[in-house]
């Protein structure tokens, strides 16, 4: 085995061992592997022009910091969740408000309820918060473009779960099946002071804006299966909020509105000296690991054209 091809087997390994653990995580089943799979369809179209060899060393070990802040996230929004009900006395306590504005239970969602669909929906619920923004990011990894990989994981969690935290803290929502003493169309099997908890932090719906700030930059891609294979998850995702009354209506369209706000902030970040900085040092280094490890292309010299044989014999 040659020096580069050891390099890059050690690198798509690395990178493989890397995504099969983000699918750990939360044990995505065959249908979040599906999806994830047909998300990465004409990525060659949306990718930059660089070598794998230069992108991955550093692509792999920015994955890695991302897998670690997932691996580690639910536990720790457990107990901000649990700070926040023992601490926390909320200035803005909207049930009564929100419960009493026409059309905002999204009732019309729910004006036909097949078993098949609810199913679809409690499927989508339960995996979307993680898997369309991994979807983002892994997609981002393929295309090998150091400012997808930034606005993609920026707008998603980077961003929301720091300036969403302030509104969970002021504002006491609950989810709409927990207001009205409804059963859980999710079907937890939750106690009653576990239901308390769970349904909090409902404004605005962070479901709605990872999935919204992953649909808004789905569609700059070239790739026109993308688009639509990305986009059409992410709306059911959101529709999904509210046909199994978790999300109010006006929390929905803060969702929106909130992840709009987050795309514009990470388009500013990386449009910065700052971020352009670390994308060149970022592919620089690369291309001296690949140097270094693989050692400099040789060029192939021009093969030589036999003359024409009616030259020879005049």
Not at 67 to 84: C, D, R, S, T
Not at 107 to 129: A, C, K, M, S
Not at 148 to 165: D, E, M, N, T, W
Not at 281 to 290: K, P
Request: charged share 10%; with cysteine.
């Amino acid at each position: 085995m040659t020096a580069r091809t050891g390099y890059m087997t050690f690198l798509v390994a690395a990178a493989a061992a890397i995504i099969f653990a983000i699918t750990r995580v939360e044990n995505w089943g065959i249908l979040c592997l599906i999806v994830l799979a047909l998300a990465l369809i004409g990525a060659r179209k949306d990718a930059k022009a660089i070598s794998w060899g230069q992108f991955m060393p550093l692509g792999i070990v920015v994955m890695f910091v991302f897998f670690l802040i997932y691996n580690y996230a639910n536990p720790m929004w457990h107990q901000v969740v649990g700070y926040q009900t023992a601490n926390i006395r909320h200035i803005f306590q909207w049930n009564e408000i929100f419960n009493a504005i026409p059309f905002n239970d999204a009732f019309f969602f729910r004006l036909w309820q097949p078993g098949w669909l609810t199913e679809y929906f409690q499927w989508v619920y339960n995996y979307g918060f993680a898997l369309s923004y991994w979807i983002c990011v892994i997609r981002a990894f393929f295309t090998k473009d150091v400012q997808k990989f930034g606005r993609y994981s920026l707008a998603g969690y980077l961003l929301q779960v720091p300036l969403i935290l302030p509104f969970y803290n002021l504002v006491l929502l609950q989810e709409v099946w927990y207001v009205q003493g409804t059963p859980d169309l999710l079907e937890r099997i939750l106690t009653p002071e576990q239901q308390y908890s769970t349904a909090m932090n409902c404004f605005p719906s962070m479901h709605t804006s990872i999935a919204f700030a992953g649909f808004l930059l789905s569609m700059r891609e070239k790739s026109v299966w993308y688009r639509w294979w990305i986009g059409t998850y992410c709306i059911s995702i959101i529709v999904s909020t509210m046909y199994l009354k978790i999300h109010w209506v006006i929390d929905v369209f803060a969702g929106m509105a909130f992840a709009y706000g987050c795309v514009k902030l990470a388009d500013w970040i990386v449009g910065t000296k700052a971020y352009a900085a670390f994308a060149a040092w970022f592919e620089a280094l690369g291309a001296r690991l690949q140097n270094r490890f693989m050692g400099p292309k040789v060029p192939q010299m021009p093969q030589a054209v036999p003359p024409d044989s009616s030259t020879l014999h005049g």
